[in-house]
Every structure is written in C-alpha cells, then in structure tokens.
C-alpha cells in the first residue's frame, strides 16, 4: 500500500474519540516502517545520483538496504515493542507498535516482487501475493482502485473527529494527489 494509505486506514481503524491523543501515534506507526525507503531513495536519487532505474533495481536490493527495510517492516519486532510498552504502561507507545503491525498486514497481500521480510528476523520468508498494489502486470490497477476508494472510505468516517485544520488538509490532499495519480498512471493508459 501507499504510506499514506496505512496513516489513514489506521486512523479509521484504531482511533478513538476519547483518545484524541492517539492520533499522531497511529499515523506516525502508519507511516514509520516506510521512512527507510524514503532515506534510501532520498540518498540514492540526490546524493549519489544513481539513475531511477538502477535505484530500484539494484541499489534497493543490497543488503543493508533490505535489512532496514524488514527491521522497519518486522512483525515480530513491533509486537516485542508493544509488549514492553505495555509493561512499561507505555499507552501512546502501545497504539504506534499496534499501528505498525497494522501496516505490515496491510502491506502483506498487496507486494508481489517488492515483497517485504515481515517476519524478520525469525525468518526471510517474503509473502509473494498474486496482486500488487501497483503493478499492473499483478492487477495494479485494480488494486490501486481499490486502496483509493478504501482511503476515500476511510477518510469520511474519521474526517468529523479530525480537530486539527493541518490534518483535515492534509487528508483532502492525499485524497486528490491518489485520484489524479490514479488517472494519470492508469485510465489514461486505457484510452
């Protein structure tokens, strides 16, 4: 999924009117297991200055790179976390581990050959779903259809319980950038 995406899924899922103080965890437990990629490519594209093509195919794939991504992407990581915030009476620290674990399970059934290491580092098994959330050769299309009107959805239910104006902003620029993108990538190749 895109990492927007799981912000807001999670913020539907796990927010609570009497627990407004939640939110920036979840969105920040959303959003965190995909900020080494975003590192990556950031160094990759504006410091080294490797080619897009090379970022992605090779580059992305060493494996420094793929062990931060499945420690950030790491099941079994995120749940040891929540269990010693819960010793600890962590609350805020709990719902960000519990955001993260949500993220991995949604990212689960939508990577085909961007598979992440999910259970690392009890095992490299990489889930390998029949359908991708961008790749059109997997059903992207159809799937980005999808996570786009799940967002739209989401975005409704949580947008009345949203105080802050940044945040209600925010989630209407997502919600524009991922339909023009989506006729941009995808219907307009149809025509």
């Not at 690392?120 to 098994?125: A, R």
């Not at 902003?169 to 190749?189: A, E, K, P, Q, T």
């Given at each position: 999924m895109n990492t927007p995406s799981h912000a807001i899924i999670n913020l539907a899922l796990l927010a609570k009117p009497q627990l407004p103080q939640a939110n920036l965890?979840?969105?920040?437990?959303?959003?965190?297991?995909?900020?080494?990629?975003?590192?990556?490519y950031f160094w990759a594209k504006f410091i080294v200055r490797l080619p897009e093509a090379k970022i992605w195919s090779?580059?992305?794939?060493?494996?420094?790179?793929?062990?931060?991504?499945a420690t950030f992407h790491s099941i079994p990581l995120a749940i040891i976390l929540l269990l010693i915030s819960y010793y600890f009476g962590w609350?805020?620290?709990q719902v960000l581990c519990i955001s993260l674990v949500f993220h991995s399970l949604g990212d689960l059934p939508v990577h085909n050959n961007d598979a992440h290491r999910h259970f690392?580092?009890?095992?490299?098994?990489r889930f390998i779903s029949p359908i991708s959330y961008w790749d059109p050769e997997h059903y992207g299309a159809i799937v980005a259809l999808i996570e786009i009107l799940l967002v739209l959805l989401a975005?409704?239910?949580?947008?009345?319980?949203?105080?802050?104006?940044?945040?209600?902003?925010?989630?209407?620029?997502?919600?524009?950038?991922?339909?023009?993108?989506?006729?941009?990538?995808?219907?307009?190749?149809?025509?």
């Open positions: 965890a979840i969105v920040i437990g959303g959003v965190l297991s995909d900020i080494p990629i975003f590192i990556f090779q580059a992305y794939y060493q494996p420094l790179i793929q062990n931060l991504v609350e805020i620290m690392f580092p009890l095992s490299n098994y975005s409704l239910w949580i947008f009345p319980g949203i105080n802050s104006g940044v945040g209600k902003v925010l989630i209407v620029l997502v919600n524009i950038f991922y339909g023009s993108c989506y006729i941009y990538f995808y219907l307009r190749s149809y025509s």
